[in-house]
């Protein structure tokens, strides 16, 4: 594959949790494979007042502690790091610009990048207006020499209003195809599989919609609370957090149509279409069909956890929720009627993500079993740990009369010949550095998840609906079965794709 061209990639807030965990690692990722551009230089921007050689240190150790691989040798990781150096501003002062501008022009002259810029903003999202508008008002904008991409890391909004506000600031200076809005699920290599396995298969294009499919579960569990990010999330939640993005795009991609195309608008535009289609729901309705829970201390492994409401930086009157549950419809021809359930939270058992596909049971069920979820048949596509497909269908067991069991088919990830699954950052970045925009937000899709969630949104700052307690550790409030009604339930996920059950081995 062709190197990108030679290029500089500054990044905004730089000293941050998300640089030293994510981009730092998955930058050395494509530094080792050759992805990166034959010259390339990095701007770390924060506000700390810091050398080069400090912002390098704190690079390294973030390297050490998060690489999921031993490092390369010292020598390589020493020749990465010569390649960073830092600026120091506390980003809304636009004197500071001419400075960055003058640093930005040197190194362009340094690795050769002939104009050709990334600016990733890894800030607070309150502060991507004031950085764009001093970057394009120091000239740094314009792509008349060479390109000029601005990386925005979620949020990209608080709500609808928020969301307009900021992309009407962003288009003022910034057309549309410079823009790159980030999700980092949508770099994972099994969120991109949903594609493949849908659009490459024949034996489940037929199956793939309404006449065949009772129901459509997503769910993404943390095991961790809230860690550090107390005072971020507690203005978030998991609705916020989890589902407005990343998992509205995962209901995107498995339930859209096939695209034209693999071109970056072919598939937006599919995902556009399937946004469109979710059936508004009204204020009064979001009680029924959204159920919110906050997890409350408990002991897990003899280790007594705090709950929300105890977590720094969170406010102990709290209503912010760390659980939900939501039930919707997608109304279109392949969907109709079909409802979609979306499950997610901290502090639950297991860190696991991942879509189950619920198949009708046969038109009059012969036998008997003892669980009605027996008689159906599943497909589960996990996108995190354990990456694969398990695929469930009915046997026989064996012995006296007709008892229906469920038996398992299952790929693993692991068990193909890879040395490693790419990080979705590594993805990501090497998409921005190539100028493939397929796999970031655009804003109409943004504009109609913010669309969708509005209603909920503003039905929960009346304050008056319920928050279950739910202690940390187990799957969330109990009732969040109801949700799901005839007698069926969620599916309770082990770490161990072929394994379930609300008490697994986790
Ligand atoms: N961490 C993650 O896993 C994660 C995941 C997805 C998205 N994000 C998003 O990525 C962005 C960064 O997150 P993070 O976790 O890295 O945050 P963080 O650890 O708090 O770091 C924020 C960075 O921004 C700078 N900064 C903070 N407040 C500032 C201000 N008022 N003015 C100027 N600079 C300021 C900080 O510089 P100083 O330290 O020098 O003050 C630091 O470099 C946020 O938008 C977040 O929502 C993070």
Known sequence: MSKPFNQLLVIFGATGDLVRRKLAPSLLALYRNGSIPEKFEVIGVGRK??????FRSIIREGLKLN???SLP???AVEDFLSHFSYFSSNMTDSKDFVGLRDLIQKKDRDCEAGGNYIFYLATPSNLYSDITEHL???GLCSEEKGFRRFVYEKPFGYDLESFYKLNKSLKKFLKESQIYRIDHYLGKETVQNILVTRFSNGIFEPLWNRNYIHHVEITAA?????????GYYDNAGAMRDMVQNHLLQIVGLTSMEPPSSLNADAIRNEILKVLQSLRPISEDEVEKNFLRGQYTSAIINGIKVPGYREEPGVNPESRTETYLAMKFYIDNWRWGGVPFFIRTGKRLPVRVTEIVIHFKSTPHFLFHVDDPGKSFNSMVIRIQPDEGILLKFCIKKPGPGFIVENADMDFHYSELEIERIPLPYERLLADVMKGDSTL?????IIEAAWKFLEPVQNAWK????KIYGYPAGTWGPENADNLIGEGLTWRYPCKNLSKGGKYCEL
């Open 49 to 54: 007042k810091m050398s080069d050689d400090g």
């Open 67 to 69: 690489n999921e691989n």
């Open 73 to 75: 040798d010292n020598i």
């Open 136 to 138: 394009c008002h120091a």
């Open 222 to 230: 943390e095991d961790v609370g809230v860690e550090n990010r107390g």
């Open 440 to 444: 970031f937000g655009r804003s109409d």
């Open 462 to 465: 009346r304050k008056t609906g």
